[in-house]
T-cell receptor, first 112, second 114 residues
């Protein structure tokens, strides 16, 4: 079983719609969760972090965490073509060692 | 604010040639430093991490090595490149906080071994 799993996509949504990206993780002791955006040919860019159960909103982005079910999601409201990218989920399950595990990413395509 | 730079941005190297990628971090002290590789269409693979000068841990045994000669400098090397070494190499840094590590990436280096 992979430690961090994401659907590879592509996930296609029309412009203006809500894009929902999901991620599950296997290590129950994980405490910190991150979403990165990676444009084609570029390095990943941190867009959200979440540490507590519930929702965290930042502009058009909302991260949702459910530790009991071991999933974290990212909602993008009013999706724009510029949101087209691969979104990486990352989980810090270091338990004292500085180790963050990344999922393989979900490719999002926003159709104008 | 903290910044991270890595170079070169792109390089094409023949099989069997050496490699040196360099990375520096500014604006922070004693960062954790990482080298990742991302093969085409694949996820991030952690190659090396370092929690201090001269302290290097390898995640994947292979023909690559890493060194940290200074607090904010991290170098990825190889004596003889293989075709399978091609990929997108990312240097990254983090600082251990109360809520774990938040990792920040450099611009990346595209390596093509021919």
């Amino acid at each position: 079983q992979k430690e961090v799993e994401q659907n590879s996509g592509p996930l296609s949504v029309p412009e203006g719609a809500i894009a929902s990206l999901n991620c599950t993780y296997s290590d129950r002791v994980s405490q910190s969760f991150f979403w990165y955006r990676q444009y084609s040919g570029k390095s990943p860019e941190l867009i959200m972090s979440i540490y507590s159960n519930g929702d965290k909103e930042d502009g058009r982005f909302t991260a949702q965490l459910n530790k009991a079910s071991q999933y974290v999601s990212l909602l993008i409201r009013d999706s724009q073509p510029s949101d087209s990218a691969t979104y990486l989920c990352a989980v810090d399950n270091s338990g004292g060692y500085q180790k963050v595990t990344f999922g393989t990413g979900t490719k999002l395509q926003v159709i104008p | 604010s903290q910044t991270i730079h890595q170079w070169p941005a792109t390089l094409v190297q023949p099989v069997g040639s050496p490699l040196s990628l360099e990375c520096t971090v500014e604006g922070t002290s004693n960062p954790n430093l990482y080298w990742y590789r991302q093969a085409a269409g694949r996820g991030l693979q952690l190659l090396f991490y370092s929690v201090g000068i001269g302290q290097i841990s390898s995640e994947v045994p292979q023909n690559l090595s890493a060194s940290r000669p200074q607090d904010r400098q991290f170098i990825l090397s190889s004596k003889k490149l293989l075709l399978s070494d091609s990929g997108f190499y990312l240097c990254a840094w983090s600082v251990q906080g109360a809520r774990g590590n938040t990792i920040y990436f450099g611009e990346g280096s595209w390596l093509t071994v021919v």
